[in-house]
């Protein structure tokens, strides 16, 4: 049984993701902190008759320390939603210095709690909660977590759309890597379990591919206005939780796709550097966790000709996004 802490619980992805978490049976206590409404959205959920205690908190009064003392998972979707009209550098500067604030927090409140981020751009933040993390003496690359499983879920839909059947889409599997936006996104789907069709046809698969990638952008679109995925994000980062509290609970072989600092493998992920052929800090993986976090980052497997290309004209763009946060704190006045 964990205590289980949202900031942002009160926005669009951090409503539906705290009702998850508090219908989840392993945890005992929820605490939700956001810059409004998290006491309405912690009494309406405190009527749910699950064991979980709920409470919400402001932030007068130290509500963020207190809502994280005693914390072991932290959930970050805090920020705004990419809406349209705004540059990926807007959407940035806001949520990096958001995502800055909390993160000086969960150092000083709950240094060993494990890290879920979700906010965007996840290929940006999560280095921004490491250098905040690595400021405070604190940081342990093994509990600090992009959160990608949209992307997993995606392609599982969407696969299973392609092979006509929407029963499949929960059975389906396809490893998902890289980082977490547009080109970043590199669905291996010649390791898609069941299999594409024999013969499957080069611009169907480019297809497919690119709906992967710029699968939030539909949603952008079809919200006309209103926001980014939030129920399907709410669903997925509860995934990716509850694999987490799992692994706390001690429960063996639990594999999750995330976003990590390679140093959080044993090996300093090297045979995932070698994969990649670059010196890159964090990656998207299959990643073994256990008890105490990271245990160990799978290799990426075979790839085909046309997925090592895919890789190659990822890696340029998701390395100005590492540096991006690095730069954002290291040249920061704190
Ligand atoms: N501390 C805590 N909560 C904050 C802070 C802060 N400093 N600043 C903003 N918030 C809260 C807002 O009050 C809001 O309730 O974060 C919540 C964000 O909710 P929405 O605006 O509805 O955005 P949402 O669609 O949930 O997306 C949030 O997740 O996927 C990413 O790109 C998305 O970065 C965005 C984030």
Avoid: W
């Amino acid at each position: 049984m964990v205590k289980a802490v949202v900031l942002g619980a009160a926005g669009g992805i951090g409503q539906p993701l705290s009702l998850l978490l508090k219908i989840n049976p392993l945890v005992s206590e929820l605490g939700l902190f956001d810059i409004v409404n998290t006491p309405g959205v912690a009494a309406d959920l405190s009527h749910i008759s699950t064991p979980s205690k709920t409470a919400g908190a402001l932030p007068p009064n130290d509500g963020l320390k207190a809502t994280l003392k005693g914390a072991q998972v932290v959930v970050i979707p805090a920020g705004v939603p990419r809406k349209p009209g705004m540059t990926r550098d807007d959407l940035f500067k806001i949520n990096a210095g958001i995502v800055r604030d909390l993160a000086i927090a969960i150092a000083t409140t709950c240094p060993k709690a494990f890290v879920l981020v979700i906010s965007n751009p996840v290929n940006s933040t999560v280095p921004i909660v490491a250098e905040i993390l690595k400021k405070h003496g604190v940081f342990d690359p093994k509990r600090l977590f992009g959160v990608t499983t949209l992307d997993v879920v995606r392609a599982s839909t969407f696969v299973a759309e392609t092979l006509g059947d929407q029963k499949l889409a929960p059975k389906v599997t396809v490893p998902v890597v890289g980082g977490h936006s547009g080109v970043t996104i590199l669905p291996l789907l010649s390791q898609s379990q069941p299999p594409l069709p024999a013969g499957f046809a080069d611009d169907k698969r480019d297809e497919l591919v690119k709906r992967i990638q710029f699968g939030g952008d539909e949603v952008v679109k079809a919200k006309d206005g209103a926001g980014s995925a939030t129920l399907s994000m709410a669903y997925a980062g509860e995934r990716f939780a509850d694999l987490i509290i799992r692994a706390i609970g001690g429960e063996k072989g639990i594999v999750a796709p995330s976003y990590v600092n390679l140093a959080a493998d044993k090996d300093g992920g090297e045979g995932l550097k070698k994969a990649i052929g670059k010196e890159l800090e964090y990656f998207s993986a299959r990643v073994e966790i256990g008890p105490e976090g990271v245990e160990k980052i799978l290799p990426l497997g075979n790839l085909s000709t046309y997925e090592e290309g895919l890789l190659k004209a990822a890696l340029p763009e998701l390395e100005t996004n590492i540096a991006k946060g690095v730069e954002f704190i290291q040249t920061a006045k704190l």
